[in-house]
Each structure stands twice: as C-alpha cells, then as structure tokens.
C-alpha cells in the first residue's frame, strides 16, 4: 500500500485478502486500522490547510508522531505541524491520546460485573489492542471512592415502614494477613413502597455495638423513627434453618412438619398452642432447639399481630436476602480483596446495578400503607 497516498481500492483488495487468512479486523494490525489512520491524518491535515488560510505568514513545519488509543485498536499517526506552532487541532487535539474509548466508564462496567484488574486489562488488549496496566486500571476505579463517601453521608427519609438489617461477610486482606470483615448492610422500604438500600458499613464483626453505631448514623441522616419505638421481627426463615442444624437427618422432615403449624398459625394464640405440641413432641430430644423458639419468640411472633399483607413483607428477610443474592453474584470470585477500599468500590458498583432495577413498589402496597396508617397514625407522617 502506497504511504503517501492511500488507494482505497487497493485496501479493499488487500483487507478482503486478510479477512480470508484470518486476520483480526481489529487491534493495532486489524484490517479496518489503516483505514482509520488514513482518515484521521487525512482530516488532520485538512484542518492544518484551513488554519495555515486563516494566520498568514504561517507555513507547514513537517510532522509528529503520535499513538492515538481508539475502539480499532492503537493508531500510530503522523500529525502535521505548523512553524508558529499555534496549529490547535479539534479532531485530535495535541494533548489527546484516545479516541472513541471511554476507558473510565469501560472499566468500572467491568470492574462492575466483578472482573479483576487482570481480566480488564486482558480485555481491553484483547478487543482494542490497548495496554492498560493494572496499576493505572486501580486508579481508574479509586475514582469513585469520592462517590462512595458522598453516597454513604446523603439524606435519608425522616420514616421507612419497613427496614431490614443483615450482615454479609468477605474476607479482606490487612497488615499481611487475611481477616473476616462484615458489611453491614439497610434496606428501607419507604412510604411509597419503593425499596431503597439506606446504607453499607464494614465492621470487624457482626455485633451489638457497631449495630449501635450503624442505626445513629442513620439518624444523623435523617431517619426520625428507627428506635426506640420501633417494633422488632425476627427472621423466621432464619429461626428455622437454624434449627435444621441441630436436628438428625431422619429427624428433618417430620420435625419441620410439626414445626410449619407454629409460624403459619392465624393468631398468635394458635402459634403458641402449636409450640407446646412441638416441645411435647420433641423437648427431650432437641431441648435446645424448643430453648432457642422460646427465648426468641417475643421477637420472632411480632408479625402475628398484623394482616396478612404485613405479615408476607415482615416475617422473612427476602427483600434483603434477595440482594445478597445478585451481589454474591458479582463478587464470588473474589478470594480475599486487597483492603476494605476494594471491597466498598466493587459493592457500591454492584449496588447501583442493582438498585437501579428498584422501579416499582411492593405488591399491594396502597392497601398495606392504609393499614399502617390505621394502626401507627402519626408516625407514618402521611403526605396525604
């Protein structure tokens, strides 16, 4: 192919050539590459001739060489320049060095999906011939720490209904070593009945007294109604599987079936008359099983007082359940995260994935909203 002037024809005959023996049409020595760099220079020069028009005496001042990174791959380019060097290129200016690749937002949608630095880089080389180091794609992505803080401090609602507190656990690389870390995670569903992640918070464990420091933090953002009027639930499914632990195999099926009138009782009074029947049935085998149900069940019963709309939301923690779901989805690849830094950035991506998808209320919610504004009143603060 001639350098000095680009035969189209000529391209077309050797591309279709290349194509046949398997050549990639993509990269720094892809098929459509030099096609590109010929109209970039092409362009270029033109705006050199109109800007040489426009500021006389001025004249052209040879060439300069540059690596343009585009979506075919590194273009090497020859870039015209002028003598009085005021030669400002719009195509590509002098400073730029892409063209066509948001390399920010291609990282981060990986890094999203629960990609390491390793396979986003492999990637980007593998698709537009582009060599990123890890190194630089780690700073990409530090980009949205800032993001994150602001995230983390945004006002909340002064009242959600309802509001579930779970804890998930990773492993996370500190001083040479490998420990557990929980993410403390609050999903509210507010008067709308719009479900809406309240906040993620890493704590060395689950426990009471960072679960004290998580509900003032919520406070301080806003929430007037989280404690200590607030009513309790218990996660039943919870309870249960818990209980499954402790049972022998043979023993599963049929304990569960004495088990299953307790928490689908109608009232609470039938609950209770069926809890007897389970410890009278199964006290002396698994005492501390009935044990656990008894020292639970004031917490563990809250939801029979409500209907069965309230209930359906209330007794399990599916909602939340759920999003750990579509977050382990993103981050069971990951053996150990460097520092808790990693951990949030990937988290709070995936999150806003997630999230995003929160587009509609609950089902049923304007009959359930009517029946808690029967029964707390005034503190739902209806906007009615």
């Known amino acids: 192919m001639n350098k000095d002037k680009f035969d189209f024809e000529t391209f077309k005959k050797t591309a279709a050539h290349r194509l046949k023996q398997g050549d990639s049409l993509l990269g720094r020595e ?5 096609l590109l760099k010929d109209f970039l220079e092409e362009a270029l020069s033109g705006e050199l001739e109109a800007h040489l028009e426009d500021e006389k005496p001025n004249r052209k001042n040879g060439k300069g060489r540059k690596s343009l990174k585009t979506t075919l791959g590194t273009v090497e380019l020859d870039t015209p320049r002028d003598r009085n060097g005021t030669f400002e290129p719009e195509l590509v200016s002098k400073r730029q060095r892409s063209l066509g690749v948001d390399l920010d937002r291609q990282i981060l949608a990986l890094y999203a999906r629960g990609a390491s630095y390793g396979d986003i880089s492999d ?6 011939g582009l060599d990123i ?6 700073r990409v992505t ?22 579930w507190l779970d804890a998930i656990h990773y492993k996370v690389r500190h001083e040479g070593r490998v420990i557990n870390r929980a993410v403390y995670c609050m999903i509210g569903l507010n008067q709308e009945g ?8 890493i704590g ?4 009471a007294k960072f679960w004290l420091q998580v509900l003032t933090d919520l406070q301080n953002r806003g929430i007037e109604d989280i404690f200590p009027n607030t009513e309790v639930q218990l996660c039943v499914v919870h309870q249960i599987r818990n209980s499954q632990k402790y049972l022998s195999y043979k023993d599963v099926k049929p304990f569960m079936m004495d088990l299953k009138p307790v928490y689908q009782a109608t009232t609470k009074e039938q609950a209770e008359r069926h809890l007897d029947q389970l410890e009278a049935n199964w006290g002396d085998k698994y005492p501390k099983v009935i044990d656990s149900w008894r020292k639970n069940w004031p917490r563990l019963s809250n939801y029979f007082q409500y209907s069965k709309e309230i209930r359906r939301i209330i007794y399990t923690t599916n909602i939340i359940e759920g999003f750990y779901r579509q977050i382990r989805n993103v981050t069971k690849s990951k053996g150990a995260f460097t520092s808790e830094d990693a951990l949030m950035k990937l988290l709070f991506l995936a999150q806003e994935n997630i999230c995003s998808k929160w587009n509609r209320p609950v089902h049923n919610w304007n009959q359930t909203l009517a029946q808690l504004s029967i029964i707390f009143g005034e503190r739902l603060k209806l906007n009615i």
């Open 30 to 34: 892809g098929v459509l590459t030099p």
């Open 204 to 207: 060395e464990n689950e426990g």
């Open 142 to 163: 530090d980009k949205i720490l800032p993001l994150v803080q602001e995230w983390r401090s945004r006002p909340l609602e002064q009242v959600y209904p309802f509001v």
């Open 194 to 201: 719009y479900k809406e992640l309240l906040g993620m918070y």
């Open 123 to 128: 990637h980007l080389q593998e698709m537009y």
């Open 133 to 138: 180091s890890t190194a630089t794609i780690s």
